[in-house]
């Protein structure tokens, strides 16, 4: 028991990344990235994992947990506006608590991100298998407000995490309003993503190119993953194009960073004979926007 006291009033570390905001300030425009976000919050939480560290697991913040066994709000001073909220989880038994009884929910802004949620499962379910996981969501914070992400586990279990970010977003990016009409597939409703949505990022693929690391995102720390686990058909080449990119009014300099736009996949002449098909499991459910 007193080792669980411990582990609950350890110490969280709160990061705040200055290195951007200095490179702008003595006007480095050629490697601040295009997107400098007003708040941006990292916490690595808590203490270390009874179990040996899977080494694709990153040391921060994977190494460290923090322990929930009622529920526990962490409360954010945030600006008003859309904020990303990246969770971080490395599911293994953390104080001879058996993470195979980790179930949790967690709710922000009025949302439930997680309802019963276990990570152990949730990474066990993936192929190719992980350790590690780290989920997204889009909340929207209106004014006067602070952002409250909440843990409660459910009955006879606990809760944990092992890092979470929270980064204001620009606006308009994803969520945007009544002006921007989205068409909704095969159906002739109008559809809207009002602020009053949240979202969850499920996926998000740097087409025919590797993986783009948060640091290497436009300022938002979004994570961009290889397309390749994601290909239904094994056709299709990855040519790379050095070209400039111009970006316009309509797709600002923050939207996706340039890597992303000058790796490709096409059939070339060969579209005839097969088609290029990504697959994506989802949830039933739920409304999917889809980004190209
Ligand atoms: C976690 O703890 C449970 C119960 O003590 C045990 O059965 C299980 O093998 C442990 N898992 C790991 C990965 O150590
Ligand atoms: C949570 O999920 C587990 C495993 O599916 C289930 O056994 C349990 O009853 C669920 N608990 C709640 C509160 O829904
Ligand atoms: C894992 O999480 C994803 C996204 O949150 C969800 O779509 C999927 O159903 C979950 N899988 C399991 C086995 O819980
Ligand atoms: C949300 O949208 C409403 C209606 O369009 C607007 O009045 C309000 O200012 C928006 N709030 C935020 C925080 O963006
Ligand atoms: C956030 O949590 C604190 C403490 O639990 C509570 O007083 C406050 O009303 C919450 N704020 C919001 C916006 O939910
Ligand atoms: C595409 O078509 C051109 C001209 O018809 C041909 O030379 C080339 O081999 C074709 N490429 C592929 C990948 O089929």
Redo the contacts with the bound molecule.
Sequence with gaps: MSTITLHISLFLYLLFSTTTTTANAIGDTANSPPYIPSNYFLLNCGSSSTSEQNPSANQVPYMAARIFHSQFTYTFPVSAGPKFIGLYFYPVNYSDLDIANS?FSVTSGGYTLF??F?AF?NVSAMKPAVASLRKEFIVNVRNNQRLNITFLP??KSHAFVNGIEVVLMPENLYIRGSDYQIPLVSQKQQFFIENSSALEILYQLNVGGNEVSITDDTGMFRLWLSDDDYTYTAHGFPPHREVPIRYTQETLPYTAPKIVYTTTRTMGNDSQKYKLTWRFPVDFGFYYLLRL
Excluded: E, G, M
């Design positions: 179930f309802s019963n276990s499962l459910s009955p």
